[in-house]
């Protein structure tokens, strides 16, 4: 969250701060459960801008997305990010998709007349 709440920053810094003093590093972090629950393949953003700016960032693992967003006043602004060197992942693909959805909510939601 944009407050820094989120349960992964408090969890990162326990981390963090044991590596640096060189204590060992909690239990916690080597259990394969915490690191299947920690492997995010999609990570998004909001980046309000008062401006038509496109910001981006890119996904937390290799096999991940990343989508950055500003919304407008009349249209969202998006940037889809995906690393080349895993074969599963397809920024371009996913960028259809949701443009495609997108526009299929908006059919939707359209009031009938």
Same mark, same amino acid.
């Not at 937390?60 to 690393?83: E, K, M, R, W």
């Not at 060197?85 to 920024?91: I, L, R, S």
């Given at each position: @969250? =944009?407050?820094?709440?989120?349960?992964?920053?408090? =969890?990162?810094?326990? %981390?963090?701060?044991?590596?640096? %003093?060189?204590? !060992?590093?909690?239990?916690?972090?080597?259990?394969? $459960?915490?690191?299947?629950?920690?492997?995010?393949?999609?990570? !998004?953003?909001?980046? +309000? $801008? &008062? @401006?038509?700016?496109?910001?981006?960032?890119?996904?937390?693992? +290799? *096999?991940?997305? #990343?989508?950055?967003? &500003? +919304?407008? $006043? *009349?249209?969202?602004?998006?940037?889809?990010? #995906?690393? &080349?060197?895993?074969?599963?992942?397809?920024?371009? @693909?996913?960028?259809?998709? =949701?443009? *495609? !959805?997108?526009?299929?909510?908006?059919?939707? =939601?359209?009031?009938?007349?």
């Amino acid at each position: @969250t =944009l407050n820094g709440l989120g349960i992964d920053r408090h =969890l990162l810094g326990l %981390k963090l701060q044991s590596i640096e %003093k060189g204590l !060992t590093i909690p239990k916690i972090f080597m259990d394969t $459960a915490y690191g299947l629950a920690t492997h995010w393949k999609l990570r !998004t953003g909001q980046v +309000p $801008a &008062n @401006t038509d700016s496109v910001m981006c960032f890119g996904p937390l693992v +290799p *096999d991940g997305y #990343a989508i950055c967003y &500003n +919304p407008q $006043a *009349d249209h969202v602004h998006f940037s889809i990010t #995906a690393f &080349n060197c895993c074969e599963e992942t397809h920024a371009e @693909t996913l960028a259809l998709t =949701l443009k *495609d !959805t997108l526009g299929q909510l908006q059919e939707l =939601l359209q009031p009938t007349v």
